[in-house]
Nanobody
Framework: QVQLVESGGGSVQAGGSLRLSCVVS????????MGWFRQRPGLQREGVAT????????FYHASVKGRFTLSQDTAKTTVYLQMNNLRPEDTAIYYC????????????????????WGQGTQVTVSS
């Protein structure tokens, strides 16, 4: 099994920054892929950033490219999402997710690739 615990959410004014952290533990083969997803009010859950062992660089939602950065510590026990220049439309519950190395093709934000999820952390951006 894999356990994920997010932290770092909060309230910030537009233009501000937050860094989310996700401490991950458990079977390393089941958490080779990592991702951040979010659910904005009234909308479906969507991918924000994901990283796979099959690719060198993370994938990002178009709306966060250049503003958000996904990174991992060298031991790959913590995944971060640095969020800069936040906008009110970034207001959402942010979830960390983990999954095994993908064995089939698919989109970068395919939630079926991530069977393990954290509890979520609220991010609120005011204008």
């Amino acid at each position: 099994q894999v356990q994920l615990v997010e932290s770092g959410g909060g309230s910030v004014q537009a233009g501000g920054s937050l860094r989310l952290s996700c401490v991950v533990s458990g079977d390393t083969t089941k958490r080779a892929s990592m991702g951040w997803f979010r659910q904005r009010p009234g909308l479906q859950r969507e991918g924000v950033a994901t990283i796979y062992p099959t690719h060198e660089s993370p994938f990002y939602h178009a709306s966060v490219k250049g503003r958000f950065t996904l990174s991992q510590d060298t031991a790959k026990t913590t995944v971060y999402l640095q969020m800069n220049n936040l906008r009110p439309e970034d207001t959402a519950i942010y979830y960390c997710a983990a999954g095994p190395r993908p064995t089939t093709s698919g989109t970068w934000d395919n939630t079926s690739r991530f069977p393990y999820w954290g509890q979520g952390t609220q991010v609120t951006v005011s204008s």
